[in-house]
């Protein structure tokens, strides 16, 4: 094996040996503060908001979704949806109650007026406040 002598004295091991800790703290540094910046509630909502909102807009299934809607819709829901969305707690909360504002407003116009529909309807409804209550309820539990 060879052998290299990179250091000539026991003061050249130290003075190297700090200027490495110096570079680690300095990285530590700003390793701290970009997970500060992501603990940062304000930040990681921009980012997801962000994120959905670009993949929203570059959905290929909007296009259908405004022709199902008809030409003279102003898709209300779907504005709505986003609206409702802003105030999940989650990214995940975010994304189903988008999907939910902008479809169920859809499906209800188109499909309103057969009963089975209403009753479909209804029960959905109804699920989807029970599901609300039982997060709510672990969230009180935490």
Request: proline share 3%; hydrophobic share 40%; glycine share 10%.
């Amino acid at each position: 094996m060879e052998r290299t002598d990179r250091f000539r004295t026991l003061d050249d091991v130290h003075l190297h040996r700090d200027r490495l800790r110096a570079t680690r703290a300095h990285h530590l540094d700003g390793i701290k503060g970009h997970w500060g910046t992501l603990r940062e509630r304000e930040f990681r909502g921009a980012v997801v908001n962000s994120f959905f909102r670009d993949l929203w807009q570059t959905w290929r299934p909007l296009g259908a979704l405004r022709t199902m809607a008809g030409n003279g819709s102003d898709l209300g829901g779907l504005g709505l949806g986003m609206l409702m969305g802003k105030r999940a707690s989650s990214p995940w909360g975010r994304v189903a109650t988008w999907i939910a504002g902008a479809v169920l407003p859809l499906v209800r116009e188109r499909l309103g007026s057969d009963p089975r529909v209403q009753q479909f309807l209804s029960e959905v409804q109804r699920s989807w406040q029970r599901i609300k209550d039982h997060i709510n309820e672990r969230r009180a539990a935490n």
